[in-house]
């Protein structure tokens, strides 16, 4: 008798441990909402957004993985509230074609949300915006360079080295 008893016990811990897995599998992501979708059922399956900005034709919610993820989404509704654009925008090519010399602060932020970390370094007068993002399966990081006056002025690539602070844990 005991052992059907362990033999039920497993099964339901089997059965709930698959009922979670199927669960996390199935949780909304932003990748996954369709041009069309209207922006109250988005906002029900994801939440609320990281940041909203207003767009000349709509609006855009911005929905961000970082600090410790490495996409950030922009989800582009047009004045009647569909979705017209789903685009994850933490990319080596988005970084490299940023303009320089005509982007601000406000276009980084809008674009892409806050960075990782803001910086400053004794060899450039401004402050440097982080952001973490994954090319391919490598781990990488942009660092755009902000002037005085809030504009780009250079992006530097570097990749992101594993933190073995833990490596006695």
Sequence with gaps: MKR?????????R??????????????????????????AE????LGAPTATIALPS?????????????????????ASGRLVRNEQVLTQQRFENLPIGTWTRAD????????????QVARFDGDIWTYRFRQNSDLRQAHVHLDRQGVVRQVLFTDELPNFDNARD
């Design 58 to 78: 709509g609006e855009r919610l911005l929905y961000s993985e970082l600090p410790a993820g490495f996409a950030a989404y922009n989800l582009d509704f047009d």
């Design 108 to 119: 980084l932020q809008n674009t892409f949300g806050m960075p990782l970390r803001i910086e």
């Design 42 to 45: 988005v906002v029900a399956r």
């Design 14 to 39: 089997v059965l709930a441990l698959g009922a979670l897995v199927g669960l996390l599998v199935a949780c909304a992501l932003p990748a996954h909402e369709q041009p069309g979708a209207l922006r």
């Design 4 to 12: 059907a008893a362990l033999c039920v016990r497993r099964g339901v």
